[in-house]
């Protein structure tokens, strides 16, 4: 099957094929030739030469899911038939995409058993279609094929998330299907009677409580089409506008490519849900720059890593969870991005900050501005990247059209974009129109069809499997029983209950995708967290603890030792990989109290309160509208995340005594949640609570400048 690689060096060397000299800038050529592949080795995927009939099997496959998804996103079609299809397109280029094994090199020819678990997968996830009317009439009263098909289908989905998520998951949901099978065995605290394999088979894939269930739905219903989006936009040239206007812009401030990375990750987490394609599509580029102005190799790649992992946060994706998490509450898709929008903005603002005071450390300077491009020329020539992004967020905030008519509605406009783009530079340039400049619009189409699909594959089997886990929940009512035993843990107490579950996220996320890790944990703890809160004497909206989980699942993929982007950043940059990952976790700190503040502040959420007799009530919460108060909280929350990162890098304008990080520790509460320090130092009002806090950050200016001073008259003494 080919030669074999030494598996336990992963990564690290798979990554250092692609270039064996990291140290010089990267051409534009040189990126789109190794991007792809670089991504591929990363999620262990097959790669193949364009020669290889197998490559374009893949493509051809690919290009009629997209096909597919964009059909029935014009024609209104039985939803069961479209996640059915879904995942019949998901498992095919699953084993055509990702080897067994992953220690044999991926270049080679897709053996003969992968077509076999691809048509046994077809037949398992197309039998609920074909037979679907057989299977509504015959509800309850299973017929023993049912159930055996139903096993299989759930063995080779199984394998599937080994093969494009690793062990993780599949192991998650073994365990609670032998937790479902043998109930009866298990200790009397979680102990429930036990199901049969036909109630298994039944729950978990012959109805819509398991595979087939609500995850799986948004992910054919509204993930594949924004993540279809995305790679268009990404295709047709948006990727490297976002990196080169960043640049052009920050280059020439103080630490300003790694600056430059943060604003380009973050605008490309509004086109990818993935933090490994942010890394690498940004990181290729940006990592060798901070390089050379003097970062430290492991510092320059936990930059890239910090951004790129917290460019899931970004609206309009998420990291896909944003659909899931409007689809659970039950919450419009654009309540959900006004909920994340101040934390996200708030968390790239501190990121910033942090970049600045590394720079001041480490005596950085900025690039020659002779050697930037000029921001103007760079935003004028590729406005119309900016323009269907704004499209879709008019139709969904203004027009309040739903997520898939707004996508759609994106989509479209796309795609005349890739088509008439090409043309209309040629007839600016003067140049000829032929024939190849005219089509190259279509197959960029073409090319970004394909490429969505694939991004589409880890997505839509993670949702499968994580139906599974949701449905075991659902069978057993081991919710209750967690409720209790994290009850028991914690004591009662509040801060400890978020915390085992910041924890127990981080800890699942080091091996599942965010958006597995978001339903898992939004089914076992959302609902603990949310009861527990409320016994507490705490009423939050239901979203708080639904974006709690998901910013510590976000959180893991740079938390060590398994991180996958920290080992993608420290591959580019040569450096280790594990104190890239402790590096990237220190800088996202600032992001894993954020949690602990909308928890407790929920104006941070832009809600300003709950009914008490229907919490969970999202048509009863007080939305934020005033821009003046929305602006005030934005403010004093970044001021707030500034005083953090001081406080946890030890510098201000200068390195910070002992006093003074207390002194900036102290802020953080004033500022992100004012709500609780009134209620603490019994102020009259919140606002006074920001007084204070602004009051402190001028007196630490004012020792800080103090300090200087008198540092500067010992130097020239």
Request: hydrophobic share 50%; glycine share 8%; aromatic share 12%.
């Amino acid at each position: 099957m080919g030669n074999q690689q030494n598996s336990n060096e992963g990564n690290k060397d798979i990554l250092h094929n692609l270039k064996e000299n990291r140290d010089h800038i990267p051409t534009e050529e040189e990126v789109l030739a190794n991007e792809e592949e670089l991504i591929a080795d990363l999620e262990g995927q097959r790669s193949f030469d364009k020669t290889n009939w197998e490559f374009w099997l893949i493509g051809i496959v690919a290009f009629l899911w997209s096909s597919y998804q964009l059909y029935v996103a014009f024609v209104p079609t039985n939803g069961a038939f479209v996640r059915s299809v879904h995942l019949t397109f998901a498992l095919i280029l699953c084993f055509m995409m990702y080897p067994m094994y992953k220690s044999y090199i991926l270049k080679y020819k897709i053996p003969w058993h992968a077509f076999w678990f691809a048509i046994i997968g077809t037949v398992g996830a197309l039998y609920v279609y074909i037979d679907y009317t057989g299977l509504s009439m015959r509800a309850g009263s299973y017929l023993d094929r049912d159930v055996v098909i139903g096993l299989i289908t759930i063995v080779v989905l199984l394998e599937a998330a080994r093969r494009t998520l690793g062990m993780a998951l599949s192991i998650i949901a073994i365990f609670f299907l032998i937790y479902d099978y043998f109930g009866q065995y298990m200790p009397d605290l979680i102990a429930h009677k036990g199901a049969s394999l036909t109630k298994l088979s039944a729950q978990m894939y012959l109805t819509t409580e398991g595979i087939f269930g609500v995850p799986l739905g948004v992910s054919a219903g509204f993930v594949f089409l924004f993540v279809l989006f995305g790679a268009l936009l990404e295709r047709a040239g948006a990727g490297d506008y976002f990196i080169n206007m960043a640049y052009a812009a920050l280059g020439k401030y103080r630490g300003g490519p790694a600056k430059a990375s943060v604003a380009a990750s973050g605008l490309t987490g509004i086109i990818s849900g993935s933090s490994i394609a942010n890394t690498v599509t940004t990181g290729t580029f940006t990592i060798p720059l901070m390089k050379r102005l003097g970062f430290p190799a492991h510092k320059a790649a936990a930059v890239e890593v910090a951004a790129s992992t917290n460019g899931q946060l970004m609206p309009p994706i998420m990291g896909a969870a944003a659909f899931i998490i409007a689809e659970f509450l039950g919450l419009a898709y654009t309540d959900v991005v006004m909920a994340a929008f101040i934390p996200a903005f708030v968390s790239y603002f501190a990121l910033f900050y942090i970049v600045h005071l590394e720079s001041l450390k480490l005596g950085l300077e900025g690039e020659d501005p002779s050697k930037l491009a000029k921001v103007w020329d760079i935003f004028k020539e590729g406005i119309h990247y900016i323009v269907p992004i704004f499209f879709l967020i008019y139709t969904l905030i203004v027009l309040k059209e739903s997520a898939q008519s707004a996508a759609l509605s994106a989509i479209q406009f796309m795609m005349l974009i890739m088509i008439t783009q090409k043309p209309m530079r040629a007839v600016i340039k003067k140049e000829k129109l032929t024939k190849k400049v005219w089509l190259e619009g279509f197959e960029d189409i073409a090319i970004g069809m394909v490429n969505g699909a694939k991004n589409m594959v880890p997505i839509a089997i993670a949702t499968g499997v994580a139906g599974m886990v949701v449905g075991s929940v659902t069978l057993t009512g081991i919710g209750q029983v967690l409720i209790e035993v994290i009850e028991e843990l914690s004591g009662g107490y509040i801060l400890a209950i978020l915390f085992f579950t910041g924890v127990i996220s981080l800890i699942l996320g080091m091996g599942l995708p965010t958006t597995a890790n978001y339903i898992i944990m939004a089914s076992l703890t959302a609902p603990i967290i949310i009861s527990l809160a409320s016994d507490s004497g705490f009423l939050i909206p239901t979203i708080a603890a639904h974006l709690f989980v998901f910013y510590f699942g976000i959180l893991a993929d740079d938390t060590p030792p398994v991180g996958i982007a920290a080992y993608a950043a420290a591959g580019i940059a040569k450096a280790d990989p594990i104190k890239t990952g402790i590096q990237g976790f220190a800088y996202d700190i600032r992001t894993a109290i954020l949690p602990f503040a909308f928890f407790f502040n929920n104006k941070l959420l832009l809600i300003a309160g709950v009914d008490a007799d229907d919490p969970d009530n999202p048509a009863l919460w007080q939305w934020i509208s005033n821009p003046a108060e929305i602006l005030l909280i934005f403010t004093m929350a970044v001021i707030g995340m500034f005083a953090f990162s001081s406080a946890t890098q030890s510098y201000f304008m200068i390195k910070t005594t002992i006093l003074e990080r207390l002194g900036f520790f102290l802020i953080v509460p004033l500022m992100l949640v004012p709500n609780m320090a009134q209620k603490w130092l019994y102020l009259p009002h919140e606002y006074v609570a920001y007084i204070l806090g602004i009051a402190i950050y001028v007196l630490l200016y004012i020792s800080q400048k103090t300090r200087m001073k008198t540092l500067s008259k010992e130097v020239s003494a």
